[in-house]
């Protein structure tokens, strides 16, 4: 018997343009449909939500204000916004250490900048390895004051600083107007607490791990007061808060061939590169 093949007709090739237009267009409605969702979802229990919250929260500073040595590596991404209104992400890595109550190593590196940040207690020293510099300010004090001198004189943060000192509960407390305790997510695959805060010019957000060492995974600053709402994304990483510090771990020695300047003459020392914050394009907030 003779089978008779009948071609099928051809269709159209989707073109990887089409494809993407197709798949934004799908998650837009996809982010539409959870947000409604999620605000009914929110809507059921406000003041318990509100209160469990701010007690995951205090539970946080009261952790990691206990542990008298950390060690943790971060990624941290920060967006910036075009004239244009696209959005661009700049990313960086790097090692935070510290020993309360005064002494501090902090590297950041990213496609713009190779900086490390040292205190030993006494001298504040800010590393550009990659232009070869070095500053240095007296700054005896402790941690926390350190913090609010570079903000306050520099316009430097350390990255993570708002979760890890003692006194940063009551900071970031100050002008909240809204908690919410989403529910749980999932960070490096450690359960954890996924908490919403509001103050009139930022959207925050942390998410907590689950248990017993309930430490900040992962942070997001929401700048809605900047056109675009851009956004600072941090993700802590390799917790250690058993390993002691070496007698050398916070002093700094200039390798041979750099320079010292005066702190008003760094440059690039930030994620985002210098041309780029000279330029009309707007970021966020870091932290």
């Not at 989707?14 to 409605?29: E, F, G, L, Y």
């Not at 430097?156 to 509960?169: E, S």
């Not at 959207?203 to 929401?222: F, M």
């Amino acid at each position: 018997m003779k089978i008779l093949q009948m071609s099928q007709p051809s269709l159209p090739e989707r073109t990887p343009r089409m494809a993407d237009h197709r798949s934004i267009a799908n998650k837009t409605r996809y982010l539409r449909t959870a947000s409604l969702a999620l605000l009914a979802m929110m809507a059921s229990a406000p003041l318990a939500s509100a209160q469990e919250g701010e007690k995951v929260l205090r539970n946080m500073f009261d952790y990691v204000a206990s542990q008298k040595n950390l060690n943790i590596a971060y990624d941290s991404d920060i967006e910036v916004v075009t004239p244009a209104l696209q959005k661009i992400q700049f990313t960086a890595s790097g090692q935070l250490k510290l020993s309360r109550p005064d002494s501090m190593r902090v590297t950041r590196t990213g496609g713009y900048t190779d900086a490390e940040f040292v205190f030993d207690g006494k001298t504040f020293t800010v590393f550009g390895r990659n232009a070869g510099v070095y500053a240095q300010w007296e700054a005896p004090g402790t941690i926390g004051q350190l913090v609010g001198r570079l903000r306050d004189e520099a316009g430097l943060d350390v990255p993570g600083a708002d979760l890890l000192l003692a006194r940063g509960y009551d900071e970031l407390m100050s002008d909240v107007v809204e908690v919410k305790h989403i529910g749980r997510g999932v960070i490096d695959g450690k359960d954890c607490d996924h908490l919403a805060f509001r103050n009139p010019d930022v959207d925050w957000q942390v998410w907590i791990e689950a248990g017993d060492k309930p430490i900040p995974r992962k942070y997001i600053i929401t700048s809605k007061a900047v056109t675009g709402a851009p956004q600072y994304t941090l993700r802590f990483k390799d917790w250690n808060t058993d390993a002691g510090a070496s007698s050398d771990a916070f002093s700094f020695n200039p390798p041979a061939g750099v320079r010292k300047v005066d702190m008003s003459a760094l440059q690039d020392m930030d994620e985002v590169p210098q041309a780029t914050q000279n330029s009309q394009i707007t970021q966020g907030a870091g932290k």
